[in-house]
């Protein structure tokens, strides 16, 4: 994993190729008798010129809202696997922050069921635990972000440290903290980075206000704004299934491509989450970044390079062929109880007592968008979102056209190549082959690469280890930028206020259902072919 994740943050020097630093890394890790830790650190010597390294070898990570959900099931569990798996810098220190009066004990306590900690890893988390400490304070209170400034200088070697400051916190408290960060807690003789949570705002003007806030503090190099889907293994690989395949080149495009669908099912639905749900609802929780990114990495021309402003740079440029979403071409859906159902599936979104009463929030979209450019011109992007659907699932799906003067008498059926997302990582292509036997009849079936199948001893690490892991070290590709972000808002702003100013009424759909019978009439509608003949069998389960 090591090997190949910082590889490719290697800064090139004109006269250095990737082959030399690989095979370099690959004969340290071989033969050098060092900790994993240590490796790191002969890794950052090797991404990093001397001068910045130098700087300083101590790192503080300090979460913002320790006491919160996110931090508890996803921040301090990543960093304990990182600190765990010797990935991060041998002098790294934990601080937590938040309003709540807790010590480090409990923090751990509330920790310890996400944290998936061996019998034989009781020490390792002793020593992770030690590096923990913990200050309460208010969020818009500058003293208490002196205190904690106190704090980390009290920190063996503090003064110099480099901070990394995680936003684990509601974004009605962003503009506080960002302002207090800046004017109490920056390190003067490390570097400082801030990691923002998703959502970057309701709308483009209320991204744009946050945007300009943050950039009034930091520079754009200190902002790191997660999408967690930029960390998921099968997201970071369409880079390379594209740009690594010279078979796939020739027919990325409109003559043979005849739709492209991104699909994100749940198959639970708000779970006492409904407040906060009913608040920013189905588009913005998942269309508007997670689907939309994955978008780019579809869509994008191919960068000039792996670095991080190169390959944001193609997908701003994807974006902006994009024009506003038409209420037209949208379906919305608002799931109801299924009176035949078990438990939770009884039960509709209205029935959540977290809901305002009569809301008309949507829990399931599908929009159909254009990417106005040579290359997609007259391709529909169908994007998918749901929750208490049929099943879990997150996907991309390119459909190709029809194969023109058939002899087989109607029978094949469209190719698709499928890049499965979660859960059973894969990648595989629907394609005809002959049946077997003494009939001459095509049938449908595959090209597999399931992951647990042809990597069974590889631990595919969670998207926040890899994003964190990429703070750390500097690399930004995965992150969104200031007009990556813009051009996002303004594809889906136009649509929100119009579906929020008319109250548009969601469609129906049964809890464990496809979703809106509505939504499939619409992608048909714009050409993609629903066969329903095939499924995609996971040979893992074989």
């Known amino acids: 994993f090591l090997y190949r994740h910082l590889g490719s943050q290697k800064k090139q020097s004109p006269t250095t190729s990737s082959h030399h630093f690989l095979t370099s890394l ?47 099931k996803k921040i301090y569990p990543t960093l304990w696997w990182l600190f765990r798996d010797g990935l991060l810098p041998e002098q790294t220190y934990f601080v937590g922050f938040a309003r709540s009066d807790l010590t480090v004990d409990a923090l751990r306590t509330a920790c310890l069921p996400y944290m998936k900690v061996a019998d034989t890893e009781a020490d390792r988390l002793e020593a992770f635990f030690i590096r923990n400490s ?52 920056m390190s003067t003789k490390g570097w400082n980075r801030v990691i923002v949570e998703k959502p970057f705002g309701r709308d483009l003007q209320s991204s744009e206000e946050l945007s300009n806030h943050l950039s009034s503090l930091f520079t754009e190099d200190q902002i790191y704004r ?13 880079m390379v299934l594209r740009f690594g395949n ?48 994955m978008l780019c990495l579809v869509a994008m021309e191919k960068p000039a390079s792996t670095s991080s402003d190169d390959v944001r740079d193609e997908k701003v ?19 109801v109880g299924d009176p035949k159902g078990e438990g939770e599936a009884r039960l509709g979104y209205l029935d959540d007592p977290t809901v305002p009463k009569g809301s008309t929030q949507a829990t399931f979209a599908t929009a159909v968008l254009y990417v106005r450019n040579e290359r997609w011109d007259g391709v529909p992007f169908i994007l998918r979102c749901g929750k208490a659907l049929n099943e879990r699932k997150a996907e991309v799906r390119l459909q190709f056209s029809d194969v023109p003067g058939d002899i087989f008498s109607a ?22 082959s002959k049946k077997p036997g003494v009939y001459f009849s095509p049938e449908e079936t595959e090209l597999d690469l399931t992951y647990r199948s042809r990597y069974r001893d590889v631990k595919l690490p969670d998207a926040y280890e890899r994003l964190i892991l990429d703070v750390f070290c500097g690399s930004q590709m995965h992150f969104v930028r200031s007009d990556e972000l813009r051009e996002a808002w303004r594809i889906f702003t136009p649509l929100l206020h119009q579906i929020e100013k008319e109250k548009t009424p969601p469609i129906s759909y049964k809890y464990g ?30």
């Open 26 to 72: 690959a004969e340290k890790m071989s033969t050098l008798p060092l900790s994993r830790s240590e490796v790191f650190g002969e890794l950052r010597r090797e991404l990093y010129d001397d001068e910045e390294f130098h700087q300083s070898d101590v790192h503080i990570f300090i979460i913002m809202g320790a006491s919160g959900d996110l931090a508890k």
């Open 134 to 185: 913990y200050i309460s304070g208010k969020y818009g209170d500058e003293v208490a972000f002196s205190n904690l400034h106190s704090h980390l200088l009290s920190l063996p070697g503090g003064a110099e440290a480099n901070r990394l400051f995680y936003l684990a916190l509601p974004p009605s408290v962003y503009l506080d903290v960002t302002k207090n960060i800046h004017r109490r807690c």
């Open 226 to 238: 997660i999408d967690h889907y930029l960390g998921k293994e099968m997201v970071q690989n369409l």
């Open 246 to 293: 010279r078979i796939f080149g020739p027919i990325w495009n409109r003559d043979s491509v005849a739709c492209v669908v991104l699909t994100f099912k749940e198959s639970f639905g708000t779970q006492g989450r409904g407040g906060y749900f009913d608040d920013f609802g189905i588009i913005r929780d998942v269309m508007q970044n997670h689907l939309l990114q």
């Open 317 to 335: 440029k994807v974006l902006k062929c994009i024009t506003p979403v038409s209420l037209a071409d949208v379906v919305l859906g608002q799931y």
């Open 411 to 432: 029978q094949c059926r469209r190719n698709e190549l499928v890049v499965r997302v979660q859960p059973n990582e894969a990648i595989y292509a629907k394609m005809m």
């Open 513 to 542: 259902s496809r979703g809106p019978a509505e939504a499939d009439e619409l992608v048909q509608r714009v050409g993609f072919r629903y066969e329903g003949t095939y499924k995609w069998v996971n040979p893992h389960k074989l």
